[in-house]
Structure formats: structure tokens, C-alpha cells
């Protein structure tokens, strides 16, 4: 069984650039979760989905973050435009239902924002 | 609000036992689950616990007090490959998920 796939694994802007990170959840997999993970810190959930409805993003920066899951499936994340503290790594991970029980993550986006 | 506490560090010597605890602070609690991630890595999950007790996989154990808001992770048989961060996450009402800072685990040969 394929794992979550994530790219890119790198990204490195200017502050005020636009980036997009794009996921794809485990085949099957109807959660899908997007987090930020600051060195040193635990993950902080920005945004979750539910098939393609959004049931959490109560975390999400929405002046300049966005996320969008089409067709229930793959997911992209924006940031745009981008701040020196949005350096982090970002993280994907989706489960098979709604109980957040069993979280699987993708390799992540480093992103460093300069 | 919402919170949880690990310890920051936790150093053991290989073949011994350690158990690294984490305390929560919610409204609406659903499940505690454990995640290791090495350096460079990304989280892999562990273990859950919705009920109290004790659930066992291998060499890892996770265990839940819900009226105490307590859980801990054992690992057994420490090995050096077990060096790596461990969160505690909480799965809370609105299906949102709470995870810890981390707890660094050493083990020393």
C-alpha cells in the first residue's frame, strides 16, 4: 500500500512569495489533515478534511493560508504571501474515518521562508 | 483551554525499560495517541487508547487513565534506533487533534 505523498520536499522563497504544497492521502483514506511543525515543537493542526468538506481549520492563518481539497482526494495547500515565520516543515497525514485514531504522515515540505 | 504536558527529555540506557508520561487538559476527549519521529522524519503512529488500560504492541505499551486526563508510553528492550521524539496527541470534540511538544528520548549504550 502506497504511503502519503508530498511535494516538493524543499522549498526555499523570498517573505511575500506565494508557495503551494500539494498531498496525496493513502488511497481510501476519507480524513485528510494538513500541519505545521515548527523545529523543535510538536505538529499544530492547521486544517482538516473530511471527503472534500473542511471540518477543522480553526488554526489556519486565513488572511494568507488556504487549502482546498478537490474531489475528495488530493489536497493543496497555499500560502500567499508568505512571512519569515511561516518557516516550518508542513506536514500531510490522512486516516481511514473521522476518529483521528491513526494518523499516517507524508515526508513533509520543508519550507524556509528567507 | 486545551493542553498537554510531556516531559522535554528522557535518557535511558539500551536494553532498559522507560515510560514517558503525558498529562492533558481538555474539554471533550476522545482517544490519546502516541507518535515517534526521528530526526528528518515524519510522526508514525504507535499506538491509541479510547478506553483505560493497557494496549501492547511489541515492545511498545501505551496506557490511559481518563479520570486522571494521564497517559504514559513504555517502551521495553530500549534499543539505540529508539532515540527519537514521541508525542502524546489528543483526539478532542470537533475532531480536532492536540498534540505535545515532544519528549526527546536518548538511549545510551
Known amino acids: 500500500e502506497a504511503g502519503v505523498a508530498q511535494s516538493p520536499r524543499y522549498k526555499i522563497i523570498e517573505k511575500r512569495q506565494s508557495v503551494a504544497f500539494w498531498c496525496n492521502p493513502i488511497?481510501?483514506?476519507?480524513?485528510l489533515y494538513w500541519y505545521q511543525q515548527i523545529l523543535g515543537q510538536g505538529p499544530k493542526l492547521l486544517i482538516q478534511?473530511?471527503?472534500?468538506?473542511?471540518?477543522?481549520d480553526s488554526q489556519l492563518p486565513k488572511d494568507r493560508f488556504s487549502a482546498e481539497r478537490l474531489k475528495g482526494v488530493d489536497s493543496t495547500l497555499k500560502i500567499q504571501p508568505a512571512k519569515l515565520e511561516d518557516s516550518a516543515v508542513y506536514l500531510c497525514?490522512?486516516?481511514?474515518?473521522?476518529?483521528?485514531?491513526?494518523?499516517?504522515f507524508g515526508p513533509g515540505t520543508r519550507l524556509t521562508v528567507l | 483551554g486545551q493542553s498537554l504536558e510531556q516531559p522535554s527529555e528522557v535518557t535511558a540506557v539500551e536494553g532498559a525499560i522507560v515510560q514517558i508520561n503525558c498529562t492533558y487538559q481538555t474539554s471533550g476527549f476522545y482517544g490519546l495517541s502516541w507518535y515517534q519521529q526521528h530526526d528528518g522524519g515524519a510522526p508514525t503512529f504507535l499506538s491509541y487508547n479510547a478506553l483505560d488500560g493497557l494496549e501492547e504492541t511489541g515492545r511498545f505499551s501505551s496506557f490511559l487513565s481518563r479520570s486522571d486526563s494521564y497517559g504514559y508510553l513504555l517502551l521495553q528492550e530500549l534499543q539505540m534506533k529508539d532515540s527519537a521524539s514521541y508525542f502524546c496527541a489528543i483526539y478532542t470534540g470537533g475532531f480536532k487533534t492536540i498534540f505535545g511538544a515532544g519528549t526527546r528520548l536518548f538511549v545510551k549504550a
Open positions: 497525514a490522512s486516516s481511514q474515518g473521522q476518529r483521528n485514531d491513526a494518523q499516517y
Open positions: 488511497s481510501g483514506h476519507a480524513t
Open positions: 478534511f473530511q471527503n472534500n468538506g473542511v471540518v477543522d
